[in-house]
């Protein structure tokens, strides 16, 4: 129903058929309500003292806004990006949480938004606390944009197609380009460019992006395709195709 977010729950570990678990919100400007729901992200930490463990994050595109939930879809807050320097959300689209496996990792709950109307990505805690913005990468591994020391800045010019977080805390973009073509950059949690591969989803002109517990990564493509992706070479690992209808997101199975 419009306004309203699903969620799905496995009805058993091996199976890849889901079983429908829980529905919240509605349609309008409240809290709680969604105008056009768009990109969901959910902490995946079961701590106990973490304070976003659980957390389920959606997108009020429409709003130009990000409500959180908790695990069982009780409204917990919200925030719309108004202390980044860029100023409130603008069509914001996509949203990562940083569940990363790493011990210590300073950056674990923080929460990741691809504000596309000002072509950046912002970064929160998990509370909704501004803490960095991106607005793009830098052509040489390692140096940090926006200085890019020797090397060469390239913004964010086409806006981005999808977020995800890797098991060691890094940030995946998949950045809209030219044609259609889509670049796939990976960041450190602290901002630096760590691998740009260029126009490396040919025929991926779907939106969707997605990292498994290996750091394999995943993009949707047209014709019911998706297609796996070695992250250090670029190189495509392995291609499936879906039952039908066109992709617009993908997650993957922990």
Not at 19 to 48: M, R, Y
Not at 114 to 119: K, L, M, Q, T, V
Not at 203 to 217: H, K, M, R, T, Y
């Amino acid at each position: 129903p419009a306004g309203k977010v699903d969620i799905f729950a496995h009805s058993h570990p091996k199976v890849t058929v889901h079983a429908h678990s829980l529905s919240f919100g509605g349609e309008g400007s409240g809290n709680g309500q969604f105008k056009e729901p768009a990109g969901v992200a959910v902490n995946d930490s079961t701590s106990l003292v973490e304070p976003g463990a659980g957390d389920v994050y959606v997108v009020d595109k429409g709003n130009d806004r990000v409500e959180y939930f908790s695990a069982t879809g009780e409204y917990k807050g919200q925030f719309n990006g108004a202390a980044a320097p860029t100023g409130a959300f603008s069509d914001p689209e996509w949203i990562a949480v940083d569940d990363s496996t790493e011990v210590g990792d300073p950056s674990k709950g923080d929460v990741y938004v691809a504000d596309d109307g000002h072509r950046v990505i912002d970064k929160f805690s998990a509370t909704g606390v501004y803490i960095e913005q991106l607005t793009g990468m830098c052509e040489a591994e390692g140096a940090t944009p926006p200085t890019c020391t020797e090397s060469t800045f390239i913004p964010f010019e086409g806006g981005s197609s999808g977020l995800a977080v890797d098991p060691a805390g890094n940030l995946w973009v998949q950045l809209s380009g030219e044609d259609n073509a889509r670049d796939l950059a990976e960041f450190s949690d602290t901002g630096s460019s760590l691998k740009i591969f260029s126009s490396l989803s040919s025929g991926c002109e779907e939106p969707g992006l997605a990292v498994d517990s290996g750091d394999n990564v995943y993009l949707d493509c047209l014709y019911d395709e998706s297609r796996k992706v070695d992250p250090f070479t670029g190189a495509t690992l392995a291609e499936t195709t879906t039952a039908g209808g066109l992709p617009t997101d993908l997650a993957i199975e922990s």
